[in-house]
């Protein structure tokens, strides 16, 4: 069954080949690095952790996987999805029995390396959260300093009235490249949310795509703090299929250096969606006059008895606020850090696990003070 899936993947990224600026969904991210590098196939290390009462955690070759593997982020139209189907070697199954509260978090940890070449993983996890079921999944990805390309892709399936946490922490090497997919379906009445807060990489695209039941409410909160000349680009699209499902969206990005950013927020509202109730927001801290973020909120409203709001807002740092904190003996780059922290401590406070959140907190400290030494 996997070998066939791989098959018609291969023959997909056959047709439709890297994106090319052409492309309207990729108009300002080049993947022409990646595209031109030679990257020998290397399996990245994986940990997963958190096995308790009432989850499975498998490799994907040993699980009964074939009513949910490569059903939900589909080849057809996303190259790397195609080129990620074709080629993962094997990948992790995580599997939420029905009605289990899951207390402990299930952590899985991507960890790349160059090995002194370039080299390029494939990824892949799925995560099937059967009905009643409520857990916390964290996914982490690292690696070190050399050129690697990081390619996963994680299908999440959640039942009717699960209630699910996801948070995605990415700190990948200074030269890595990192494109990800996460593709999320929704059951009635589901409660889902999902945290991407990226850090480390030369080139990153994130895509985050979310299709709702009725009755199903979807959080999506993002963090992105960039400098030097790195880029990394949000996409999301929310996809209300059904009515009286609820959306909120949160993404905030700083920038510094030469660096550049892109978000892309969809809101589709199909035309039974009735009831849909939609917001989306994107804010950005711009510290350098070299920095450039395109941002491009959309919705896509099919339906005539919703509510949806969307924005963006892209801004410097409050001078008043620098010199009221200056005039209360604090010096210009610790007044500097804590507004820029203050800016960002929206999402870190809704972090609910504990250690992470700890860990986003030093992350985000050492990013600041680094970046100003």
Not at 38 to 49: D, I, K, Q, T, Y
Not at 136 to 162: H, Q, R, S
Not at 204 to 217: I, M, P
Request: charged letters at 25%.
């Amino acid at each position: 069954m996997i070998e066939r899936i791989r098959e018609e993947a291969r023959e997909r990224f056959a047709e439709l080949g890297y994106p090319t600026t052409h492309n309207e969904e990729w108009r300002f991210t080049s993947v022409a690095p990646i595209a031109r590098a030679e990257f020998a196939a290397a399996r990245a290390a994986v940990s997963a952790s958190g096995a308790q009462a009432g989850v499975k955690i498998a490799k994907l070759s040993e699980a009964p996987v074939e009513a949910y593997l490569a059903r939900y982020a589909r080849i057809d139209a996303n190259p790397f999805v195609a080129l990620n189907t074709a080629n993962f070697e094997d990948g992790i199954y995580v599997h939420i029995a029905r009605g289990a509260v899951v207390a402990e978090p299930i952590e899985i940890v991507i960890q790349s390396a160059a090995n002194g070449h370039p080299t390029v993983s494939h990824p892949r996890l799925l995560v099937v959260a059967e009905e009643g079921s409520q857990a916390t999944i964290v996914e982490t990805y690292k690696g070190n300093g050399g050129a690697y390309f990081t390619n996963p892709v994680t299908e999440l399936v959640a039942g009717d009235g699960a209630v699910i946490d996801h948070y995605k922490l990415q700190t990948e090497g200074a030269r890595a490249f990192h494109v990800s997919t996460l593709q999320v379906q929704l059951g009635r009445d589901t409660n889902f949310r999902s945290h991407s807060l990226a850090f480390g990489g030369a080139l990153v695209r994130n895509d985050v795509n979310a299709v709702l039941a009725e009755g199903s409410e979807c959080t999506l909160n993002g963090l992105y703090l960039i400098d030097g000349a790195q880029h990394i680009d949000n996409h999301t699209a929310i996809d209300h299929a059904k009515p009286h499902a609820a959306s909120h969206e949160l993404y905030k990005g700083i920038l510094e250096g030469h660096s550049t950013a892109v978000f892309n927020g969809k809101i589709f509202v199909r035309k039974d969606a009735q009831k849909t109730d939609a917001k989306q927001t994107n804010k950005n801290l711009v510290l350098s006059e070299n920095a450039v973020i395109n941002t491009k909120p959309e919705l896509q409203i099919l339906a005539d008895d919703v509510k949806c709001t969307h924005g963006a807002t892209i801004g410097q740092l409050d001078p008043e606020g620098i010199f009221y904190l200056q005039s209360r003996g604090i010096g210009l780059k610790d007044a500097r850090n804590l507004l820029i922290y203050a800016f960002a401590r929206d999402i870190v406070d809704r972090v609910k696990v504990a250690p992470l959140r700890e860990q986003l907190e030093r992350l985000l400290l050492e990013k600041l003070h680094g970046s100003r030494n």
